[in-house]
């Protein structure tokens, strides 16, 4: 297997490396439309790449898209909740799954954030420098949407929702167009952006709409980097010496204390568009969530194997060691987008790093404080990743507040009214 080094300019290319491929879609249309080159040209890409976007979005919340016609990609990737799903369930929590467009249908995994979607790179095998962490070089998978990582690229991904029976459960893509065909505004749209023909092939329209929605999620709004980090960056904010984020921060950075950097970090200190993950993939002995499973009737002795079970890695000789790998989740907004883990077992972030604190030495977090037992055992227990879980000291419970404190400081302005009240106790 040929191994690519990745580093995080390679990421940057490779976001740039999308919208080149975007607007060269587009080329077609612009030819028509301008006949000549120069800044008339720049402008028409411009506007025909704003039309893409606006496209996009007006797609993103379409519910017509979905069998019943009661779901949107917007209806699990709330815009006012950042693009999470924020519905309750019938004990009052954020339902750990979400529910299918028939209402009924409950898949097996948390709906992740789409904000800053755009910067997780295409799925591949590679290496790439760690920071703040004492551990090597990480060599792996990397990349991907969804969880495991299946749907290389944004358009991969934007395709999958509408076929999925569990979520908006259209039966085919011929369904999905007809659909699209029923909006004269679309047919206005996709004709003017990919040509005239564009319906005439159900794959090229249906390829089509994923580009927009892949636009749409491209755009600055879905990446806005305004939290208070990104404006102690930038110089328009300090943390206050003696807050608990500032500890926190410290703590996050810290190679001594927390292993929070090894994964969760992209570059190196001080670095704008640091997006608060490396991308990689682990097992980190997430236990299994027996409530959603007995919600969604999965089969007994169902177990959810991840990275492991996705097809580009079906030529591996043996992907026992890829089994409970998942990819790692940004943080940004994490304050808000509760509740935690790729099944969303855990409704609070203080519970999350006690999660990972009982793994370090002389740690006194062995009971789960949401069950009031000890931690249950992880639903993939044979390679779950102990080097990167074992590094570091065990946190006091001032630690433990600051980290959660600065983790509230990733939280983009838009979203900061959705913060817990515990979070005015954090200096910020």
């Known amino acids: 297997m040929t191994q690519i080094v990745v580093t995080s300019d390679v990421y940057m290319v490779w976001n740039m490396k999308l919208k080149l491929l975007t607007l060269a879609l587009l080329l077609p249309a612009l030819l028509t439309a301008c006949g000549g080159s120069g800044s008339s040209d720049s402008a ?29 990609c917007a209806t699990c990737h709330d815009p006012d909740h950042a693009f999470t799903d924020p519905s309750i369930n019938g004990s009052g ?7 299918g467009d028939d209402g009924v249908s409950l898949g097996d995994r948390n709906t992740p954030t789409a904000l800053y ?14 920071f703040n962490s004492p551990r090597e070089d990480y060599v792996g998978y990397i990349g991907g949407q969804f969880w495991d990582g299946r749907a290389a690229t944004l358009e991969d991904q934007a395709g999958g929702p509408p076929l999925n029976p569990v979520e908006m459960n259209m039966p085919d893509k011929a369904t999905v167009v007809a659909r699209l065909r029923e909006n004269v505004s679309y047919e206005e749209n996709f004709t003017e952006l990919f040509g005239a023909n564009i319906f ?22 879905m990446s806005p980097f305004n939290s208070k980090y990104d404006k102690f960056l930038r110089g328009e904010y300090e943390y206050s ?26 570059r190196p200190n001080g670095n704008e568009g640091e997006t608060f993950s490396n991308y990689e993939f682990h097992n980190i002995g997430v236990p299994v969530n027996t409530g ?11 177990t959810d194997t991840g990275l492991a079970a996705i097809d580009a890695v079906s030529d591996e000789p043996d992907t026992s060691e890829l089994e409970g790998k998942f990819r790692v989740p940004t943080l940004r907004n994490v304050g808000v987008t509760a509740p935690y883990m790729h099944n969303g077992v855990f409704q609070s972030l203080d519970t999350v790093i006690r999660f990972y604190d009982r793994h370090l030495t002389n ?16 639903e993939v227990a044979a390679n779950v990743s102990f080097p990167e879980l074992r590094q570091g000291t065990a946190l006091s419970e001032n630690d433990i507040e600051g980290v959660v404190c600065f983790l509230y400081s990733l939280t983009d302005e838009q979203y900061e009214h959705l913060l817990p009240e515990d979070a005015e106790e954090c200096g910020l």
């Not at 411009?46 to 996009?56: M, R, V």
């Not at 979607?117 to 760690?130: N, V």
Request: glycine share 6%.
């Open 292 to 302: 959603l499973r007995t919600a969604n009737g999965s089969d007994e002795g169902f």
């Open 241 to 266: 010496p003696v807050s608990k984020a500032a500890l926190g921060k410290a703590r996050f950075f810290s190679q001594q204390f927390t292993n929070c950097a090894t994964c969760h970090q992209l």
């Open 117 to 130: 979607s755009a910067s997780i790179p295409e799925f591949t095998y590679g290496t790439h420098q760690r």
């Open 93 to 99: 929590n954020v339902r750990s799954a979400s529910v």
């Open 200 to 221: 005439d092939d159900i794959d090229e329209a249906y390829l089509a709409m994923t580009q927009a929605i892949a636009a749409f999620e491209r755009s600055a709004d």
């Open 363 to 378: 740690s006194t977090n062995g009971i789960n404080p949401e069950t009031g037992v000890e931690w249950a055992a992880p």
């Open 44 to 72: 028409s890409a411009g506007d025909s790449e704003n039309q893409l976007i606006a496209l996009g979005e007006t797609l993103f919340h379409d519910t017509n898209l979905s069998l019943d016609r009661t779901q949107s």
